[in-house]
């Protein structure tokens, strides 16, 4: 039988997730940042740069699909038993599993809520076929229950809940006012710079979206762009971003997620002094590559729960892009109209090298001050089910068709879609927790 791989070719792996950058800074330009990026390509980086950093340190190797190595760490006990526990919920693996057709649809559409960004409302411009809307993820060896307004209301009621990071982490947020929509509850929605905040009155549950793309301080870079795409980024690695740490103390839950925008050329601060770049193109300071970022800016952003924080941290682990036919600006698209089944595609390259970068940091945070502090870390684990779902991103139909755009979203995810998956992970692990004996609670 034929396979059907998802196979980007090397060269056009950066390029792929160059798209991603240019979208969600497409998507943030009213708000944020510069305008009218023009992304077209940069000198492709060797794999090996991006594996020499040592980054995984298990006794698994670099190459073979993470979730086997997710697997063979739970097999090969180089985690305690507790840690696990933060990785399954019960004996289930609610992560593994495959997509079934679900005759019941969706949740909610573009009518009943209001909340869907205009980028990820796929209907409404028209993304032909609504076969994404019909299937549910099947956990092997349990069932995912359908998400339930009322039993989320009640488990949050008098709590406050934060997402952290960039537009994918807003996808979710999105979807979850969505899926609370169907019931009657009085929001009001408080904006505070580019800070949002929602009240649901009646059960004084508190939802804020932080925006942190990078998790970690940034400052702009004002030096002249020379041959770069983007301006610099200055990206402090080991210092806070106190639009969030210094918030976060008043939160019950924090649900945290980065990766695409340290894609972005970036100048890497330590104790205030450089220490690299990740395609910064200046000969004088060495390219570190951009997982020297991304895993600091993880392992500093896990610091903050462990100074600030008593509630729960959620780590909602890397999400996937699809592209076929060719990268982002070579026509790649992404009209498969069905979800791969797992023996269909595996993760790979940069998008297994973000996923296992995210979870050795942290696995490192949980085990750590973590455990000492008696915190708790969770894995939202939605990368192979999003791996999964070629046929649920926006596509050429996150814009007007008069926009006449030739690139296509394979990043972000329709609304109602896929992404409603995540929250319904989410609410069933807020229920084991509400139900695990008091004495187990760790
Ligand atoms: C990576 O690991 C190898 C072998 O363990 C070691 O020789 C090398 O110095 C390490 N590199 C870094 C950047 O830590
Ligand atoms: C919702 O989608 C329909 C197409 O299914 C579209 O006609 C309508 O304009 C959309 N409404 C909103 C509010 O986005
Ligand atoms: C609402 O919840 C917050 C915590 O999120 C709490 O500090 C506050 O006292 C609560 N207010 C009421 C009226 O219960
Ligand atoms: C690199 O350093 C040299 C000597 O300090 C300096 O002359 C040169 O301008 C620097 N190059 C860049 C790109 O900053
Ligand atoms: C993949 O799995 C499906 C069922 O999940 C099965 O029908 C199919 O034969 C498998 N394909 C391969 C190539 O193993
Ligand atoms: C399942 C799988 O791909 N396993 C491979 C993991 O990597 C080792 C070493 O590279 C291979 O020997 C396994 O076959």
Redesign the pocket.
């Known amino acids: 039988m034929k396979t059907h791989v998802i196979e980007f070719p090397q060269k056009s792996q950066k390029q792929f997730f160059l798209v991603i950058l240019t979208l969600i800074v497409l998507t943030v330009i009213p708000l944020y940042l510069f305008d009218n990026p023009s992304l077209l390509h940069q000198k492709n980086p060797s794999p090996a740069t991006f594996l020499s950093d040592n980054i995984t340190t298990f006794s698994f190797s670099a190459t073979n699909n993470s979730i086997e190595a997710t697997k063979k760490l739970d097999e090969e006990d180089v985690v305690s038993e507790d840690f696990s526990e933060t990785m399954l919920v019960k004996k289930c693996d609610l992560f593994k599993g495959e997509w079934i057709p679900s005759p019941e649809g969706p949740y909610y559409?573009?009518?009943t809520c209001?909340e869907?960004y205009d980028h990820q409302?796929c209907?409404?411009f028209?993304k032909p076929d609504t076969g994404f809307l019909k299937w549910r993820w099947k956990p092997y060896d349990c069932e995912l229950p359908r998400f339930s307004p009322s039993s989320f209301l009640k488990i949050v009621k008098g709590k406050s809940m934060a997402f952290v990071g960039d537009s994918m982490s807003r996808n979710q947020l999105q979807s979850l006012l969505c899926l609370l929509s169907s019931v009657p509850v009085e929001v009001s929605y408080l904006p505070d710079g580019k800070t949002k905040r929602w009240l649901y009155t009646n059960y004084n549950f508190t939802i804020v979206f932080f925006w942190s793309p990078h998790l970690v301080k940034t400052i702009e870079d004002d030096r002249p762009k020379g041959p770069l795409l983007f301006p610099l980024v200055n990206v402090y690695v080991d210092e806070f971003d106190d639009t969030w740490t210094n918030q976060i103390h008043r939160f019950d839950y924090v649900i945290i997620s980065a990766a695409q925008w340290f894609w972005r050329p970036s100048v890497f601060y330590e104790n205030g002094q450089v220490v690299g770049c990740f395609d910064c193109k200046d000969n004088n300071i060495t390219d570190l590559t951009l997982f020297y970022g991304y895993k600091r800016a993880f392992k500093t952003a896990f610091r903050a729960f462990n100074q600030n924080f008593k509630g729960m941290t959620f780590l909602r682990s890397y999400s996937p892009g699809h592209f076929d036919n060719g990268a982002w600006n070579e026509g790649g698209t992404c009209t498969r109209t069905r979800p791969y089944t797992s023996n269909e595609t595996k993760l790979e390259g940069f998008g297994q090298q973000f996923y296992l970068t995210q979870l050795e940091e942290f696995m490192a945070a949980a085990q750590g001050d973590g455990k000492k502090r008696g915190l708790k870390f969770r894995l939202l684990d939605t990368t192979q089910a999003m791996l999964l779902r070629p046929d649920g991103h926006p596509g050429r139909y996150g814009y007007p068709p008069e926009e006449k755009r030739t690139t296509s979203d394979c990043v972000h995810w329709c609304l109602p879609g896929p992404t409603d998956t995540w929250n319904e992970l989410l609410l069933h692990m807020l229920k084991m927790e509400s139900e695990r004996p008091s004495d187990v609670k760790d």
Do not use: A, P, S, V
């Open positions: 559409t573009n009518e209001g869907i409302n209907l409404k028209g």
